[in-house]
């Protein structure tokens, strides 16, 4: 499986952006996707996490509110739609699978990573 993640950028407090994650695989749709990310310094950290099927997600308590998963099975693409920006949000964001389908919120659970994204928010 490899995934390419995009979408990153620098924006203001306030505003919003969109990361696209997108996955080779023939069985996309039993896998679990899922959002981290890490700030300098800092270890990385769960976003969210959207089910195969789409139909269920989880996300961080930081994020819940602001964020919101999405995925579309025919085109093996995972979104995360971020508003409402906060200068902490700043991170470099990686999506990654569980092929087994587990809504997991540690990083050891997943089996492939995408290569990141830099979100920056600042004034």
């Known amino acids: 499986v490899q995934l390419q993640a995009s979408g990153g950028g620098a924006v203001r407090p306030g505003d919003s952006l969109r990361l696209s994650c997108a996955a080779s695989?023939?069985?996309?749709?039993?896998?679990?996707m899922a959002w981290f990310r890490q700030a300098p310094g800092k270890e990385r950290e769960f976003v969210g996490v959207i089910s195969g099927s789409g139909g269920a997600t989880v996300y961080a308590d930081s994020v819940k509110g602001r964020f919101t998963l999405s995925r579309d099975n025919a085109k093996n693409t995972m979104l995360l739609q971020m508003n409402s920006l906060k200068p902490e949000d700043t991170a470099v964001y990686y999506c990654?699978?569980?092929?087994?389908?587990?809504?997991?919120?540690?990083?050891?659970?997943?089996?492939?990573w995408g290569q990141g994204t830099q979100v920056t928010v600042s004034s």
């Open positions: 695989g023939r069985t996309f749709s039993d896998y679990a």
């Open positions: 990654a699978v569980d092929i087994q389908g587990i809504l997991a919120a540690i990083d050891d659970e997943y089996d492939y």
